[in-house]
C-alpha cells in the first residue's frame, strides 16, 4: 500500500566536445573587379582548426582559369601581399595576362593542415579589359590644355581611360 522512488544522480566534471574541427578559410580578390595587364592578389584568411588544434597550416589555389597551376602554392610569409608573416592570412599576387577571358571566374581554394583535415572554399573575380588610367599609367591628373595635356603610353588598342573630375576640371589627352 505504499509507493517508493529511488532516484540515482551521477556527477561529474564539464563534458568536452573532442570531435575534430577542420579548419576554414574565407577567400577575397583585391582588386576587384581586375583588369588585364595589372596586378590581382588572392588572400585566404584561415582560421586553425581544433581538437586537435592545427599545426602547418596551407593553402593552394587553384589558377588554372587564369592558365597557371591548379594547385598554386599560397604564402603566409609577409612577402606575397599575405600581410604579417604568420598571421594566418595566406597571399598570391600574380598578373593577369592579355589573352585572358573576360568576365566572371571561380577560384577554387582548399584549406589544409598537418591533423589531415582540409575545407574548400572559392574566391570570384570579374576581369574586364585595360582601361589606361591617368593617376596609375600617367603619374598624375591630366591637364586642361594642349600644352598640358597627358599621352597614353603602350602599344594596340585604347579601349577607355579612366580618370578624376572635380568642378571646373577638364582632362585632356594627346592621343
Known amino acids: 500500500t505504499r509507493g517508493y522512488a529511488i532516484y540515482a544522480v551521477t556527477m561529474r566534471g564539464q563534458v568536452f566536445n573532442n570531435l575534430p574541427i577542420s579548419p576554414t578559410g574565407?577567400?577575397?580578390?583585391?582588386?576587384?573587379?581586375?583588369?588585364?595587364?595589372?596586378?590581382?592578389?588572392?588572400?585566404?584568411?584561415?582560421?586553425?582548426?581544433?581538437?586537435?588544434?592545427?599545426?602547418?597550416?596551407g593553402v593552394t589555389l587553384d589558377a588554372?582559369?587564369?592558365?597557371?597551376?591548379?594547385s598554386q602554392q599560397m604564402f603566409d610569409d609577409g612577402n606575397n601581399d599575405d600581410g604579417a608573416a604568420g598571421d594566418n592570412v595566406f597571399g598570391f599576387r600574380t598578373q593577369i595576362s592579355t589573352t585572358q577571358p573576360?568576365?566572371?571566374?571561380?577560384?577554387?581554394?582548399?584549406?589544409?593542415?598537418?591533423?589531415?583535415?582540409?575545407?574548400a572554399g572559392t574566391i570570384n573575380l570579374t576581369i574586364n579589359a585595360f582601361t589606361w588610367n591617368e593617376t596609375i599609367d600617367g603619374g598624375s591628373d591630366a591637364g586642361d590644355l594642349p600644352s598640358t595635356a597627358l599621352v597614353p603610353a603602350g602599344t594596340g588598342p585604347l579601349?577607355?581611360?579612366?580618370?578624376?573630375?572635380?568642378?571646373?576640371?577638364?582632362?585632356?589627352?594627346?592621343?
Not at 588554372?64 to 591548379?70: D, P, Q, V
Open 26 to 57: 574565407t577567400g577575397i580578390a583585391t582588386p576587384s573587379p581586375a583588369e588585364t595587364t595589372r596586378n590581382v592578389t588572392f588572400r585566404v584568411s584561415v582560421f586553425p582548426g581544433a581538437s586537435p588544434p592545427s599545426t602547418n597550416l
Open 64 to 70: 588554372s582559369a587564369l592558365g597557371l597551376s591548379s
Open 102 to 119: 573576360l568576365g566572371p571566374a571561380t577560384f577554387p581554394y582548399l584549406v589544409t593542415d598537418a591533423q589531415g583535415r582540409s575545407n
Open 159 to 175: 579601349g577607355a581611360i579612366a580618370g578624376a573630375l572635380t568642378a571646373a576640371d577638364a582632362d585632356m589627352y594627346l592621343i
